[in-house]
T-cell receptor
């Protein structure tokens, strides 16, 4: 398996624009997580899914952020409209039911100017 | 809620020497798991070692070992024979017990530099 695949690896956008980050989890994993990494706050869990259903979105910072998982092999994290303070590295991770390891993608570095 | 604290923002060690990275956590759970993740400049998050709270024996993985003190809620990582490739950020992480679906709470991380 190729691991968790995220795209794009880098994204630069202007304030106010819509940004969509994409993730393909490892096949067979039931859980999918979106994390955000910043210098100030470290790694924060934004939302996670189980069997494509959002379980906990309490980490989503505000209504500008939304995440979907239309099927077991694809998830998106959307920011609309984007703001400079959204600049961060966004990680997607997946894990199997009962598993004890989360497998991370390589992250998307988002810069909002 | 669980919290994970890494109080040292950065450390430096000479190649081939031993270094210990500190981590403390707070939880009311009795069954949980603790992890150390490594993040090299490539940004990839790599699992270094895992400790089950119900196990008294400290986990080891080659040059990496932990000192797990459950009563003190302390979980330090020891890297022996440090190598240049160990230069990275290291994150301590906590996961609740069985059925906790791999949801991780991370510390802020520590930057480790290995000097040649």
């Amino acid at each position: 398996d190729a691991g968790v695949i995220q795209s794009p690896r880098h994204e630069v956008t202007e304030m106010g624009q819509e940004v969509t980050l994409r993730c393909k989890p490892i096949s067979g994993h039931d859980y999918l997580f979106w994390y955000r990494q910043t210098m100030m706050r470290g790694l924060e869990l934004l939302i996670y899914f189980n069997n494509n259903v959002p379980i906990d979105d309490s980490g989503m910072p505000e209504d500008r952020f939304s995440a979907k998982m239309p099927n077991a092999s694809f998830s998106t994290l959307k920011i609309q409209p984007s703001e400079p303070r959204d600049s961060a590295v966004y990680f997607c991770a997946s894990g199997p039911t009962g598993g004890l390891e989360a497998f991370f993608g390589q992250g998307t570095r988002l810069t909002v100017v | 809620a669980q919290t994970v604290t890494q109080s040292q923002p950065e450390m430096s060690v000479q190649e081939a020497e031993t270094v210990t990275l500190s981590c403390t956590y707070d939880t009311s759970e009795s069954n949980y798991y603790l992890f150390w993740y490594k993040q090299p400049p490539s940004r990839q998050m790599i699992l270094v070692i895992r400790q089950e709270a119900y196990k008294q024996q400290n986990a080891t993985e080659n040059r990496f070992s932990v000192n797990f003190q459950k009563a003190a809620k302390s979980f330090s990582l020891k890297i022996s024979d440090s190598q240049l490739g160990d230069t990275a950020m290291y994150f301590c992480a906590f996961m609740k017990g069985v059925g906790a679906n791999s949801k991780l709470t991370f510390g802020k991380g520590i930057t480790l530099s290995v000097r040649p």
